[in-house]
């Protein structure tokens, strides 16, 4: 196993490599000038270009992206230029808590909502609710994250005013309640799509499961519906619905970019478009590593999971 | 509501019994902290460099003072300076210092400091460094400083009260610690003599203000602020900026209770705050809206035909709602030392008969498309798509090139890449600093008789002088030239409960005396 | 011989009219799959008739009327008008144009690009190496983050949006493809082929494409739909196509800012993006029950 483990971290090293030129180079052929933004409006070319000397812009490409890998390497991302004096790290550290708690807390709304939803939905398999749980999770996974949260803004912050229509409140420094009052419709929308899909995952693996030969003996020998679907079948559908969790997990830091403009939350998606605005080079580079980073991890961390549950996989 | 009377009245006999206990009563009735939602962050909060908006208005005076500040007619009032003496052709200058006054390091300020402040902000403010030379300031003493030119600059005295890159004084070991990287002095030692420290500043969620306790005020305690200038009490203990940058989340935020003051408050949310009567509302000019012309490749008929023709409240209306005044003059209306309406005839006319006229001898070619610029997000693409239907209707197709604010910031420098291009400015202390009136800004004003009047004006031996010349220059901006097609002023609105009293509304909001019941 | 093979292929020709006729049945029972289809076609004529359907009506999606400004829906404006005072309902119709548009570009040079990689991977080890890794390295970083720093690059335009999405697209579809060609190169009948001497282009695009083509096309369907939600999500986050052309993602983003004063600003461009993306995934879940009978049951 840890052979396994390692071989495949050894693997990811091209793959970070790749992100990292890739990243690199949209960065900087991207047109605009981190200079210019970061004197504001008024500054002269005379100004401008002395900055573009000092933050070495005018080096040859391939010297920035030596400079910059080899800084990267010591664990040192760098500077952003759009505020001044922030370390990258300490600005992804101060944006890392809501866009993860965010994530978290949508993962939980999925879990809670889809898990005994796609329970229900094996056992019923072919009535009514069955099919109107199929037409309700097709909807949820059409629904683009941001439209679902918009129309949750206009039904309960505009019409009913229950709660607030944007913002973010930090649950360690304001408290428990405001951070639920403020992140529910947020972690709803964003989670909303992916409980449709992890709701059709749970359903078809618990499906695939209940007509294997075991569970047909199962019932052969008369253990009750219940227990067999509770029991036997759902623990071994248990490493679908895991994959589906860290899938889910990373398209919610993928997609947080989105609901953290709708509701105006400080996280790293919205530092990300913040920073591409700005033309905030050594942000932008250090947030897309650090995402593919993590991406790739939870990527290994199910396969390692999946290895010890499943030996045939770590033997291929 | 009866219970705060009773406390009231209660507060009112007890004052008249121990008249000396006032200011400690009166506090206890107050809040300690007052939270506002400001709009976005500053890129270093070093106000010597950072041009921006929100740095100098959450900053100026408040954690960092300069040696002179505006009153509210626009004239100079000493503020670390004790005095200041000009001689007759404005080209020495001698800065006499307080004395006793305490940095938030609790070292007191010299003139070594103020010395290697101002000197810095020279080298970083290109416009006054083309108005000093090689001058530069020197300690006389330790509590004199002067500055001697070899010519004349009438409006140095301007620069040093009230220009976007602020002549702050910090103490010289802050200036020692600039980062050399960035260019920055680092959040840390953001220092000044201000009544509020720079106490903390986490990224992308707020910037805390706290008292100095050891503050020396200067002025009359009893009297009011008149502009920037005067007694500052700080009555309030924290200041916390929250950076909030959507609009709606901070008006939310204000209705809720979370915050206390919501600056900048869009058109869209005017009729939610004011449906609540725990709310105020108020609104001042804070800059102009215009499109720049590329005076390289278009000519003067194309754009007094364009003025000519627009109409400019429908061109406002979809961006800025009832946040705009169609206000001619370049400068805003309340700084009264340079306000003119010279040439407010020319004003977009809606005159489209006229236009065709104009357009009829400009040499513009009517079957290629006018290139308009513009930053593809805000309300920009919605204003210059109402001037494509106007213009259409005198024959002229426009062809909109939106970028992003960076892109467009570099694509504008480039006069073979656009016609025209939309952009708004904020409140400037001195016309000179008009940066479409300058030859080398975005646009290019190269036109000779304007260059020339713009040295009129800025080497006038007296303010009365700079001023007949500033109507001059914009009468004939309006009647001739035409360098932008102005459009008026937006408005910042801002909005806060009216529990908060005493705050002090002058280019932006202070809160120096300002004070929130509890 | 030639009877023989003549006699062949009406056999063969039979057959798979006979499938054809089975999976149309099949397609057909299948009910969700119809509707998918139905809304798929609603949408694509709508957005085919968009300018006649306009006229008729007498609305102009790009004509702005400043005293119009914020139209609650009425008979005039079916879905009121905007902050520049424009019909909403015709620029709901010309928006379903630039979804279709993008969609279909996105669908089928992501589909052509991918298959060719994916085919070609199977042919080299060192070029399978070289383009796998890279297909890992742009999987890894989120699609919306990587398309909006793409737009930043390329600048806002809706060619440029296309080419991003497929950009985005691309290494998915590669993955899959090659996958499949695996199982199918190790068949004995390439294998067959390939002794015979047939070349090695003849062998992937004649024999192995077209037998990968099912996951592919069902495949296709989807980058469809997920290509009209990243559209939106793009001019949603301000980097997709720029005013004032009339893209769903586009008004969304405009109506944000005036959620209190003209909730129908936000309404129907949602309406409409969420129901042609249900569309075209129920479709494109018929379709794979229909190609892959396995996975479906």
Known sequence: MGKYVIKRLAALIPTIFI?????????????????????????????????????????????????????????????????????????????????????????????????????????????????????????????PSFMMGMGMVLLFAVSFRLMPATGYKNPFTDGIGPFFRYMTLPAVSLGFIHAAYMMRMTKASLLEVLSSDYIKMARAKGVKERKIVFK????????????????????????????????????????????????????????????????????????????????RIRLK | ????????????????????????????????????????????????????????????????????????????????????????????????????????????????????????????????????????FEASDDYTVTLTLNNSAIMLLDMLAGAAQCAVIYPAESIAAVNAETGFIPADQLIGTGPYKFSEWAVDQYVKLERFDDYAPYGDPDAELDGLWGYKHAYTGTLMYYITKDADTRVNGLLAGDYDFAVKVTDANLDRIEADDQFTLYSQQTGMISLVWNKRSTDKYLRQAVQALANADDLNIVNYGVLYDNDPCFMEDGQLGWYTTAGSEYFCQNDPEKAKELLAQSSFDTSKPLRILYVNSGGAPAMVEILKQELETIGITSELIGQDRSTMTKTRTDDTAYDVFFTTFSSVPVPSLRSFLSADWAGWSEDEKLQEMMTAMTTAATKEEAFAQWEKIQEYCYADYCPVLMLGHFHQAAACTKKLTGYNVFLTTNFWNARLAK | MSE???????????????????????????????????????????????????????????????????????????FGTDNLGRDIFSRVLFGARISM???????????????????????????????????????????????????????????????????????????????????????????????????KHRILWRHIAPNILSPIIVQMTFSFASAIISEASLSFLGAGIPQPEPSWGGMLNEARSYLFKGWWMAVYPAVFTGVSVLGFNLFGDGLRDLMDPVSGK
């Open chain 3, 4 to 78: 023989q093979k003549m006699e062949l292929t009406r056999i063969r020709k039979t057959l798979m009219r006979e499938q054809r006729q089975i999976n149309i049945r099949k397609f057909v029972r299948s009910r969700l799959s119809v509707v998918g289809l139905a809304i798929v076609l609603l949408i694509a004529l709508l957005a085919l008739f968009a300018p006649v359907i306009s006229s008729a009506m007498n609305v102009d999606p790009y004509k702005a009327t400043v005293r119009d400004r914020f139209q609650p829906p009425s008979a005039a404006h079916p």
């Open chain 1, 232 to 311: 036997h079948a759902f623990r071994n559908s248990l490493l679908t619905v895991i994959t589906v969790i860290g899938q889910g997990f990373i398209s919610a830091l993928a997609g947080a970019a989105v609901v953290e403009r709708l509701f105006g939350i400080p996280g790293m998606g919205s530092l990300m478009v913040d920073s591409i605005d700005k033309r905030d080079y050594q942000v932008i580079q250090g947030i897309t590593l650090m995402i593919a980073m993590l991406n790739v991890l939870i990527n290994l961390l199910i396969d390692v999971i999946y290895g010890f549950a499943d030996p």
């Open chain 3, 101 to 199: 548009i993008v969609g279909l570009s996105v669908g089928l040079v992501s589909a052509l690009l991918g298959t060719a990689l994916g085919l070609y991977a199977t042919t080299n080890r060192y070029l399978d190496n070289i383009l796998m890794r890279l297909c890992d390295g742009l999987k890894a970083i989120p699609n919306i983050l990587l398309a909006i720093a793409l737009m930043a690059v390329l600048g806002a335009n809706m060619q440029n949006v296309i080419i991003s999405l497929t950009i985005v697209a691309i290494p998915g579809v590669a993955r899959l493809a090659r996958s499949n060609a695996l199982l199918i190169r190790e068949q004995t009948y390439i294998e067959a082929m390939r002794c015979l001497g047939a070349g």
């Open chain 2, 1 to 136: 509501m009866n219970n705060f009377k009773k406390l009231l009245s209660l507060a009112a006999v007890l004052a008249l019994l121990t008249g000396c206990f006032i200011p400690a009563l009166a506090e206890e009735e107050y809040a300690d902290v007052i939270r506002i939602a400001d709009d976005n962050q500053a890129s270093s909060y070093d106000l010597h460099k950072d041009t921006s908006v929100n740095a100098r208005n959450m900053l100026r005076g408040t954690v960092m003072e300069q040696l002179v500040t505006l009153k509210a007619d626009g004239s100079i009032g000493p503020e670390l300076a004790e005095s200041y003496e000009v001689n007759e052709n404005n080209s020495a200058f001698t800065f006499h210092l307080r004395k006793g006054v305490r940095f938030h390091n609790g070292k007191e300020m010299t003139s070594a400091d103020v010395v290697a402040s101002l000197n810095r902000w020279i080298e970083s403010f290109s416009t006054v460094r083309n108005m000093v030379g090689d001058a530069r």
């Open chain 1, 19 to 143: 992100v990292s030129v890739v990243v690199f180079l949209i960065v900087h052929l991207t047109p605009g000038d981190p200079a210019a933004m970061m004197l504001g409006e008024d500054a002269t070319p005379a100004d401008i270009a002395a900055l573009h000397n000092r933050l070495g812009l005018d080096d040859p490409l391939i010297v920035q992206y030596v400079r910059w890998a080899g800084k990267c390497l010591t664990g040192d991302l760098g500077y952003s230029t759009a505020v001044a004096g922030q370390s990258v790290s300490g600005m992804i550290a101060s944006h890392f808590l809501p866009t993860i708690l965010l994530a978290v807390y949508s993962q939980l709304i999925t879990v809670f909502l889809a898990l005994p939803l796609g329970m229900i939905a094996a056992r019923k398999r072919g009535s009514l609710t069955d099919s109107a749980l199929s037409v309700f999770s097709m909807a949820g996974i059409s629904l």
